[in-house]
């Protein structure tokens, strides 16, 4: 009996100190209608609440894919695509992102041409520039199918 | 003494222990995302079904929801519907539904559970490839402790929601679309049947879903009063998120900003408003009446006051 509950005790422990300490997702989905090799124009929508320039990395990131990328919270009028994101933070002796969620999205109706998201809990945390990166990567590499 | 306390220790970690590493988070299931309610529109077309963006149920995502249990659900939604004369597999269709999930938000904890769901849908014909409609849709469902105790199955509750009222809206918009009744028409050889707005009578009282559809369509809205001197109408925009809250904007009331919460009460047909601090507009439930082709009126189903307004054709 005695060693039965020491070892349910220590299964506990393991359930305990282990669940949600290493998990990984990073999903992509493109609308299969859609080829994002055919937009030129975007604009990064800045969230409001973003203090981390998440906004400016995904700028810099689609730059270097060769698209002509604006940012801010002011929209220009002629545009292909808008990308919106939301980023989730965590506290673990440091911040850190734990999710990324970056959508392109069609500016006329918001409708949503290529979505991609990255899910880092902290022992496997990511950087906000290879989160950012990570996203961009499994979208592209998805709409490249 | 000694052999009791191991017993009842023993059994608090065997409870603790299936509950800890099994997870209590359950699927949304198709059952409780089906929309059975008959389409205003009946296509006489072939149409398949594809889902992305959905997530399989963990531990540690909570109760989501799969694109093969949303799949089913849109798929049995148009069958009860009749939405469409069949739905097939693999894409052979006449035409396609793909529908992406973009975001479902979903609260830690609390009493009562908001799930919020965005997801994109596009309809294509599958002969070349062309886009009839592409549209994205918001919905949130709330559940409370009167649905449920256990919170997991709270949550799966009011993901099973906002799906079902994601589905509903989608399918709305798609019944909503004239030009695949002109198709088939002129496929049939028949004259273009007259525009939707023509065909229709009125005034009309909306259903629930119609109601849905229509505030998920028009989420600004310039109201006024509508049983008073035209001097005393009080014109005021009316702002619909897609969070469950509103907001009435009034320059020429006492309180020209006022906020509240508004909830469309499917079954019964009516719209229910909850304003803070502001008598006016009134809080409580209207049904929603067309009365011409842009024109509409909020009549309450107490004494609240008529609101009238119009939107674009």
Redesign the interface.
């Known amino acids: 009996m005695k060693k039965t509950a020491l070892l349910l005790a220590a299964l506990n422990t393991v359930a305990a100190t282990t669940t949600g300490c290493a998990i990984n997702r990073a999903t992509a989905t493109v609308d299969p209608s859609v080829n994002l090799g055919s937009l030129k124009a975007m604009h990064v929508a800045k969230q409001p609440k973003d203090d981390n320039g998440i906004n400016v990395l995904i700028a810099e990131k689609l730059r270097s894919r060769g698209y002509s990328v604006t940012t801010g919270s002011e929209k220009p009028s002629a545009l292909d695509a808008v990308v919106t994101y939301i980023d989730r933070w965590r506290w673990d002796i440091t911040m850190y992102m734990l999710e990324l969620t970056i959508t392109i999205r069609d500016p006329g109706n918001d409708y949503p041409l290529a979505s991609g998201k990255s899910y880092h809990t902290s022992l496997t945390r990511m950087s906000a520039s290879e989160m950012v990166d990570e996203v961009l990567n499994n979208i592209f590499k998805e709409a490249g199918k | 003494m000694s052999?009791t306390l191991?017993?009842r220790?023993?059994g608090i970690?065997?409870v603790?222990?299936v509950v800890?590493?099994s997870g209590c988070a359950s699927t949304a299931t198709r059952e409780a995302m089906l929309v059975g309610a008959p389409a205003t529109r009946n296509y006489p077309y072939s149409v398949s079904v594809?889902t992305?963006?959905g997530?399989e149920t963990s531990?540690?995502t909570g109760s989501t929801v799969s694109n093969e249990e949303l799949k089913a659900a849109v798929e049995g939604s148009i069958m009860q519907s009749k939405l469409f004369k069949s739905v097939v597999q693999g894409g052979t269709g006449d035409y396609e539904i793909?529908v992406?999930v973009?975001?479902l938000t979903k609260p830690v904890f609390g009493a009562s559970f908001t799930v919020e769901m965005?997801a994109?849908w596009?309809l294509?014909k599958a002969s070349d490839?062309a886009?009839v409609l592409?549209?994205?849709v918001k919905s949130a469902h709330t559940a409370t402790l009167d649905d449920a105790i256990v919170g997991a199955t709270r949550m799966r509750i009011a993901v099973e929601g906002a799906a079902r009222k994601n589905i509903a809206q989608g399918l709305q918009a798609i019944a909503d679309l004239g030009a695949l009744d002109a198709d088939a028409r002129s496929e049939r050889g028949q004259a273009p049947a007259p525009t939707p707005a023509a065909a229709l009578t009125y005034p009309r009282t909306l259903s629930g879903q119609d109601i849905a559809a229509h505030f998920a369509s028009y989420p600004s809205i310039e109201a006024r009063r509508g049983e008073a001197k035209p001097t005393r109408q009080a014109p005021f925009t009316l702002r619909i998120r897609g969070d469950g809250t509103v907001e009435r904007s009034c320059p020429r009331c006492f309180t020209p900003s006022a906020s509240g919460s508004m909830v469309v009460k499917q079954d019964d047909a009516q719209v229910c408003f909850d304003w803070r601090r502001v008598p006016y507009p009134a809080s409580g439930c209207f049904k929603l009446v067309q009365t011409s082709a842009t024109d509409f009126q909020m009549r309450g189903v107490g004494f609240e006051t008529v609101i009238n307004y119009s939107v674009a054709p």
């Open positions: 052999t191991y017993g220790v023993t970690l065997i603790t222990a800890g590493l594809q992305r963006g997530t531990a540690t793909t992406i973009t975001q965005e994109g596009a294509t490839k886009v592409r549209k994205v």
